[in-house]
T-cell receptor, first 112, second 110 residues
Framework: RKEVEQDPGPFNVPEGATVAFNCTYS??????FFWYRQDCRKEPKLLMS???SGNEDGRFTAQLNRASQYISLLIRDSKLSDSATYLC?????????????FGIGTKLQVIP | DVKVTQSSRYLVKRTGEKVFLECVQD?????MFWYRQDPGLGLRLIYF???????EKGDIPEGYSVSREKKERFSLILESASTNQTSMYLC?????????FGSGTRLTVV
């Protein structure tokens, strides 16, 4: 089983739609969780951290389900500019270092 | 904002050449990382460093080495470039939570 798994998509959604991505992780001791956004041919950029209580930033909501070992990202009222690849990131303290694992990313295409 | 600068955006090198990829960060971060990103495989960690002159192997270190002589600079070295090292290379810097990436170097080995 991969350490971090994401559906690569693509998810094609119309403007204004609500779309949700999930990301599962295999190690129950994982500690920190993030969503990154990567535009085509650009570097990944931090979108938001994911907290146990869930967190919201405008149209974006991130949630963590430790019991089922997944994190989710919900985008409401999708915009054309939301088209990108969304990477989930999971960290784990291992051997005195912080091991960071990236998912392969979920591609979102918002269609006019 | 933290800035992570990679020296080249695009590089084309010949098989067998020694290749240097440079990365500089301007926020005095201790932690620096080199990843490569390939379609369907995502980001894979090559090497990382938590301090000057310190280096640790990541998940795919074979064929690569690194150098960290100064805190702000982390170099990735391809000792003898091969075609399977054609990829996007991303450097990152971090402090506590979250990474800042450089804009990437797209390396093609011919």
């Amino acid at each position: 089983r991969k350490e971090v798994e994401q559906d690569p998509g693509p998810f094609n959604v119309p403007e204004g739609a609500t779309v949700a991505f999930n990301c599962t992780y295999s190690n129950s001791a994982s500690q920190s969780f993030f969503w990154y956004r990567q535009d085509c041919r650009k570097e990944p950029k931090l979108l938001m951290s994911v907290y146990s209580s869930g967190n919201e930033d405008g149209r974006f909501t991130a949630q963590l389900n430790r019991a089922s070992q997944y994190i989710s990202l919900l985008i409401r009222d999708s915009k054309l500019s939301d088209s990108a690849t969304y990477l989930c990131v999971v960290t784990l303290n291992s051997g005195g270092y912080q091991k960071v694992t990236f998912g392969i990313g979920t591609k979102l295409q918002v269609i006019p | 904002d933290v800035k992570v600068t990679q020296s080249s955006r695009y590089l084309v090198k010949r098989t067998g050449e020694k290749v240097f990829l440079e990365c500089v960060q301007d926020m005095d971060h201790e932690n620096m990382f080199w990843y490569r990103q390939d379609p369907g495989l995502g980001l894979r960690l090559i090497y990382f460093s938590y301090d000057v002159k310190m280096k640790e192997k990541g998940d795919i270190p074979e064929g690569y080495s690194v150098s960290r002589e100064k805190k702000e600079r982390f170099s990735l070295i391809l000792e003898s470039a091969s075609t399977n090292q054609t990829s996007m290379y991303l450097c990152a810097s971090s402090f506590h939570r979250g990474y800042t990436f450089g804009s990437g170097t797209r390396l093609t080995v011919v």
